[in-house]
């Protein structure tokens, strides 16, 4: 019989994500079939599944963490910002709709079905699903048809461990608050507690997680530690990116500009990794620095809304300089549609019906359509042969002559574009820069040196290192005791 427990914090941020993908190593470590499930999660982060769907790469690092393929059954609602009031909707992996928040708000509990029909069928395969909340419970003014911590709890009858953050100050404050609003009935199916990301001697708070079992009643399991190799991880926030450490001053440095609607910004991970190189990501209201050999510009999930920002920023006029200088350019999806001279949205699919001017860096035109491309590629790097993986996750098509200069030969069509210089480049493909030949091989054509660093490897060290530390710190035990068994699904 499966058994499911479910993670959620006391607020945002607090280390749900990190702490389910260790857990679920562990969990495999100890002989068991585990799967992560969220039912809804918010990201522009998205990671496409061999089935042609999407769900949040932070499940897509869970279930690398438990020693499965991703599948849309693992994060059955995906909601991607595309402005400061709206997002897409994506269900059980495809697009259904563009809704306002509150529009989603009045119709996000008719998708409990689904969410359930998700989480049944990953439960038929493993002994153990561990779940992971969003945000926070606390938010009771959201509590009515809520999809994403207790009401999904109440759902699946599935006991709550709720994790605080210390690092942020105010842990019991946190953890006894969200208690008292809590009615009854949702705080008695929280069974215990956890207080992350503490720092120094955890012995100092043996007093306050007494004050915290005896004031709600829940079980210790335990204060964990500051995880210092958690920037090694693929990150969920783009902001974690500069966690990572400094290269030297030989080190080949990256630029990225910090687009409002950022989007799959999992391209960095495997740079901030490298000790050849430094990624700074550059902050709205701060110039693209004069010093960097690469600039990048990242997808986006609104490319013509994050174009015009860039140009507010200031940062068109920084790229151009940064050109004549001699410096090299990247970009990826979204940023590769922004480097050409045209961006055709005849349809309105961001926006009003409109034909936007690009950045001139590139002899292309995109032009936006509904269909949205998602797959999982092979390519070869064609200047050296080197193999490269990644995938496709983008509206629009691009075609002009500086295709002809394309660098990347996938299975049915060679991707990207080049300007006849060669220092502007862009193309399609997320995730190149995880295959090590091709990056070694495309930093030392900006004058990097190869550090040998092999990207997968450095991923699967860190997640042993990830249950090792909640091993050494957690009690694993209990928490399998406190997880429930799940009732079979209603006929």
């Known amino acids: 019989m499966t058994k499911a427990i479910m993670i959620q914090g006391a607020g945002s941020n607090v280390g749900k994500s990190l702490l389910v993908a260790g857990l679920a190593r562990a969990f495999v470590r100890r002989g068991l079939r585990v799967a992560p499930f969220k039912s809804q999660n918010m990201s522009n982060n998205a990671a496409v599944t061999a089935d042609g769907g999407e769900i949040g790469r932070a499940q897509a690092l869970q279930a690398r963490a438990a020693g499965l393929e991703p599948c849309v059954d693992m994060n059955p609602v995906l909601l991607k910002p595309e402005t400061d009031i709206g997002a897409q909707v994506i269900v059980q992996g495809k697009r259904v709709a563009t809704l306002r928040a509150r529009d989603y ?28 909340g969003a945000g926070s419970p606390a938010e009771i003014n959201l509590r009515a048809g809520d999809i994403a911590n207790m009401g999904f709890a109440e759902a699946a009858n599935v006991p709550v461990i709720l994790v605080g953050d210390i690092d942020r100050g105010g842990v019991i404050a946190q953890l006894v608050g969200t208690y008292s609003v809590l009615t009854s009935q949702d705080s008695d199916r929280i069974k215990g507690f956890i207080v992350n990301k503490f720092r120094g001697d955890t012995s100092l708070f043996t007093q306050g997680s007494h004050e915290i079992s005896n004031r709600t009643g829940w079980q210790d399991l335990g204060v964990l530690p500051w995880f210092n190799d958690a920037w090694r991880l693929p990150a969920e926030d783009v902001l974690d990116i500069s966690s990572g450490p400094k ?6 440095k990256i630029a990225v500009p910090r687009l409002n609607r950022i989007a799959n910004f999992d391209d960095l991970d495997p740079l901030v990794n490298e000790p050849a190189t430094t990624v700074e990501i550059i902050q709205p209201g701060q110039p693209l620095p004069g010093d960097a050999d690469l600039v990048l510009i990242p997808g986006s999930k609104s490319t013509i809304a994050d174009l015009k920002d860039f140009r507010a920023q200031g940062w068109d006029i920084d790229l151009a300089a940064h050109i004549r200088r001699g410096g090299h350019v990247l970009g990826l999806c979204g940023g590769y549609q922004m480097l050409g001279r045209e961006i055709i949205d005849a349809q309105g699919i961001e926006g009003p019906p409109s034909k936007v001017a690009g950045l001139g860096h590139l002899d292309v035109v995109t032009t936006m359509s509904a269909r949205k491309n998602l797959s999982l590629t092979n390519a070869t790097y064609l200047p050296t042969g080197d193999p490269v993986q990644g995938y496709e996750i983008h509206l629009g098509e691009t075609h002009g002559p500086d295709c002809q200069r394309g660098f990347l030969q996938l299975q049915s069509r060679i991707d990207g574009a080049a300007s006849s210089d060669g220092l502007v480049r862009g193309c399609y493909l997320h995730g190149l820069f995880a295959s090590d030949n091709f990056r070694a091989t495309y930093l030392a054509e900006m004058g990097g040196t190869p550090s040998g660093a092999q990207y997968d490897i450095g991923v699967e060290a860190t997640l042993e290192q990830l249950a090792d530390h909640l091993e050494a710190h957690l009690d694993l035990d209990l928490m399998l005791e406190i997880a429930a068994e799940i009732s079979p699904p209603p006929r």
């Open 247 to 252: 290269g030297d001053k030989n080190s080949i």
């Open 105 to 132: 708000g009045q119709t996000k509990n008719t998708l409990m079905p689904k969410v359930l029909e998700s989480f049944h069928r990953l439960a038929a395969g493993v002994d153990l699903i561990i779940i992971e």
